[in-house]
């Protein structure tokens, strides 16, 4: 069984390995960076800030709710959508594509915020 | 397109930025003070009067329900680290009136978070009542991760859609609206066609001097659009009862009160049970409002406020009990 576990182990690896050379090629990334870029857009009294951050494709986007009151970020488009975030909690998005992103509080729906994802 | 991207949710704790979930129970009284409020309606020849909870004059006589709105339950924060604990004092205060109100309504956000535990703490103490009750969640209420299943589950049996349904008592047809979900970017609160379309179906036939209440948890007029309060298809919904004489919109959300008479419809909206928010164009964001110890005494006076109706003009006067 041990033996088996381990095989799957490495043909998943090495189905991992070349899924992302394949997605690295068709993308035309940098050559492999060590980590992806990240960026954060915080809440706080009902604002998204900041409300448009330009992003490089394959940023990871973290939203984190400095609230005493629960939001909910939500893609108006339907491409992402956060559970409720309690105080400090956070929510992450990797935006792999390229384009213009809105969108708004499911809750507080007069809060709105744009990610640009600007083409490399 | 999107196919390598990877939604995740994360929790992290911050120890040192959250009140701790002990509270003293100087501070729990303190909060009590101000929050433990309820209205009281009387029906006096078909107009709603309204009264606040723990007046003398509170529910005298006739026939009277009980509004609670904004419960919060769950809702540990500076601005009320208990708000379980003054749901409990303004049920306890709906216990020691002399005329026991036929029934209560709650305007919604019975929970903070909906979870199933604040939705168990929240029947437990509002039971505590012995009465009938009818429910609309607020948008605190439909946050589960099944997009409302856990309200429904509990008050949405015989409702229609996302919870509305309407029902009638000693004459009066009530009718509990739903203006949480599906809200639009850069939008208010929302009831949809669906909604409408059976709104104008349950009035459809009844007499135009059927007393009609309508409750919801988002206000049904705009008070501050820029913090979404109001909801955007409202005067659809107010045009398929502009016939009816008495027409009277009881609301929550913006835990304050707030009243106005338009015609022949009166809107007004509850205090909360949990924590005040800020009155538009106070304040940054309608987030909680921390009070200073020393002035819940003097925000006391200012907003226990009873607003009465005459009977004759359906005008408003308002007087405050601060003595």
Redesign the interface.
Known sequence: MKKFTRHTRRDGLLLLVTALVV?LSLTRAPALADDPPTATVTID???FKPATLTIKPGT?VTFVNH????H?V?D?TG???????????????????AGDY???C?????M?GKIVVAPQ | ??????????????PT??PSHRVGRRHALECMIWAGTGVVWTMSGGVPVSTLLGTAKAADAGFSFLQLSDSHVG?D???NPNALATLEEAVGKVGAMKAKPAFMIHTGDIT???KDVEFDNAAQVIGKLKLDGHYVPG??DM?D?NNGKAYLDRYGKGSNGAGWYSFDDHGVHFIGLVNVVN??????GNLGAEQLAWLADDVKGKSASTPIVVFAHIPLWTIA????WGTEDSAQALALLSRFGSVTVLNGHIHQIMQKVEGNVTFHTARSTSFPQPAPGTA?????KVVPAGELRGLLGITNVVYKPTATALAITDTTLAG
């Open positions: 997605t009294n009902f604002v990871k609230d005493d009151i629960p909910l939500v108006t491409k992402f959508r956060s559970k409720a975030l309690d105080t400090d909690q956070s929510f992450e998005f990797t935006f792999a594509t809105d969108y708004y499911g809750l507080h729906p007069h709105k | 397109m999107m196919d390598n991207t990877m939604p995740t949710t994360t929790a992290s704790d911050h930025s959250r809702f924060k500076a601005a903070h978070l909906s948008e605190h946050i991760e809200l639009r970017a850069g939008g208010m659009p820029e913090w979404g940054p964001s309608p987030g909680p």
